[in-house]
Nanobody
Framework: QVQLVESGGGLVQAGGSLRLSCVASRRRFSSDIMGWFRQAPGKEREFVAAISWTGSSTTYADSVKGRFTISRDNAKNTVYLQMNSLKPEDTAVYYC???????????????????WGQGTMVTVSS
């Protein structure tokens, strides 16, 4: 059974930073595309960032570009999301997800991901 466990969420003031981590139990983690998604209260889940299995390719939602950085450490089966210059509109539950088919062209699409974590809450106060 694959498990993705997120951590690092919390309460932060606008302009602050947080780093989210997601540890995967999946043996083939180093072959998976990993993504971060978020769901704000009353809104649909949306794409935030994704990274290819080697880390050589990354992509971001326009709303976080230049502020968030996704990275991974395959030796630790962990993917990270460094979030800087946080805004109140970044408040959401953040989920990590794994895509097993190595389809870089579709790594922004939520439906392409096979495994999901339970999420970690990020609250940004103004």
């Amino acid at each position: 059974q694959v498990q993705l466990v997120e951590s690092g969420g919390g309460l932060v003031q606008a302009g602050g930073s947080l780093r989210l981590s997601c540890v995967a139990s999946r043996r083939r983690f180093s072959s998976d595309i990993m993504g971060w998604f978020r769901q704000a209260p009353g809104k649909e889940r949306e794409f935030v960032a994704a990274i290819s299995w080697t880390g050589s390719s990354t992509t971001y939602a326009d709303s976080v570009k230049g502020r968030f950085t996704i990275s991974r450490d395959n030796a630790k089966n962990t993917v990270y999301l460094q979030m800087n210059s946080l805004k109140p509109e970044d408040t959401a539950v953040y989920y990590c997800a794994a895509e097993t088919r190595q389809s870089i062209a579709t790594m922004t699409l939520m439906g392409e991901y096979d495994f999901w974590g339970q999420g970690t809450m990020v609250t940004v106060s103004s």
